[in-house]
């Protein structure tokens, strides 16, 4: 584990050896108001781990990112029966998370979180470019790097320059990876999960399906080895779509609803909200038969290059997790619960082994 990167629960010392706790992050004076446009929810996330004679750990994401535009936290909650539990932060990408652990032989371990927060929908005018302050020079640095799965080089980088040949700005490059990852991949039913984001496997192979988490990564990549700052943001539906899309929101029980983004930086707009991972998904799911030339695809399309509708918590956007207290490798993004014993890490995506269930509501004043 690389202690630099966390504060608070590093190596688990720190951690509280009571519940329940609580995390207030409530900003001073927001009031997040319907009449602004603006939506708060909750979120409760119960991990169960499978009883073992081993001492157990869960790392369970927090809402990580404020933006007086889109989304605000407004505190997290939890409670159970782990030996200890508290709040672990990631000082690259500010990922937060709470981190609990159980005793060897602890019957029936239990913990469950209670997150709320406020989001709103975003959209970027393309009409009206702003005095948009720089990039930080560190964030340019961060977002344009190379991760474990994310290379720049090789047959990414080919693969971005023949696609934005002849762009222009900054913008024309940036569109002009969203209607090649739109025209050139296809969402994969059969994918585990949101996928794993191997993106020059991906290229390699020439297999360009898969799910959110592939396909935005590939956006994401593509970008960054072209010199366009970009990143993935891990979240999870929390509600339906108010546009209609059955196929774009999920409430009520949303265990399996996680989604992941992304989000491209332009010098005269700032971070612009992408997703052509959507764009497939309506492809395949609206309803049975549509082509990227049906009227309910390409309304899409126009829409999620600049647009989100918030209907979806954002965690984080984080890259190769090292969990503090972990034992096992770095995970590639922290979307999921994840756990562990000393016989290793549990199968986030396996609830026989590793059960816990997310539901969400609107709060409604």
Not at 101 to 117: D, H, L, M, T, Y
Request: charged content about 20%.
């Amino acid at each position: 584990m690389d202690r630099r990167r966390f504060i608070h629960a590093s190596a688990l010392a720190g951690l509280s050896a009571s519940l329940p706790g609580a995390l207030r992050a409530a900003p001073a004076g927001f009031d997040p108001s319907p009449a602004s446009g603006w939506r708060t929810y909750e979120v409760v996330t119960r991990v169960t781990p499978v009883a073992s004679d081993q001492a157990v750990t869960v790392w369970i994401p927090l809402p990580s990112l404020n933006n007086d535009d889109w989304i605000r936290t407004l505190g997290n909650e939890w409670s159970g029966n782990a030996a200890r539990a508290g709040v672990a932060e990631d000082t690259v990408y500010g990922a937060r998370m709470l981190v609990a652990q159980w005793s060897a032989g602890q019957a029936a371990p239990e913990i469950e979180v209670v997150s709320r927060f406020a989001t709103r929908d975003r959209a970027i005018d393309f009409a009206a470019p702003g005095a948009v302050p720089p990039l930080d020079a560190a964030e340019r640095r961060l977002f344009t790097q190379p991760t474990e799965l994310l290379p720049t080089d090789g047959i990414v980088l080919d693969t971005a320059q023949k696609a934005t040949r002849g762009a222009k700005t900054d913008t024309d490059r940036a569109r002009a990876l969203y209607e090649w990852i739109c025209d050139n991949t296809e969402r994969n039913p059969k994918t585990r999960g949101c996928g794993l984001g191997d993106i020059r496997s991906m290229l390699e192979s020439g297999n360009l399906s898969g799910k959110c988490a592939d396909l935005n990564a590939l956006f994401v990549g593509l970008a960054r080895s072209v010199g366009l700052p970009a990143r993935d943001v891990y979240g999870i539906r929390v509600a339906d779509s108010k546009f209609g899309y059955k196929s774009l929101g999920k409430s009520g029980d949303i265990t399996k609803a996680q989604h992941c983004r992304a989000e491209v930086w332009l010098a005269a707009y700032g971070w612009v909200p992408v997703d052509p991972a959507d764009v497939r998904k309506v492809v395949l799911e609206e309803r049975p038969g549509l082509t990227l030339k049906d009227d309910v695809v390409v309304a899409a399309r126009n829409k999620l290059f600049g647009a989100w509708e918030m209907n979806w918590l954002a965690y984080n956007v984080a890259h190769d997790i090292a969990l503090p207290g972990s034992n096992g490798a770095a995970v590639p993004f922290l979307m999921y619960p994840q756990g562990e014993t000393a016989a290793g890490r549990l199968d986030s995506l396996d609830p026989t082994g590793f059960s816990y269930t997310i539901t969400s509501r609107e709060i409604v004043a």
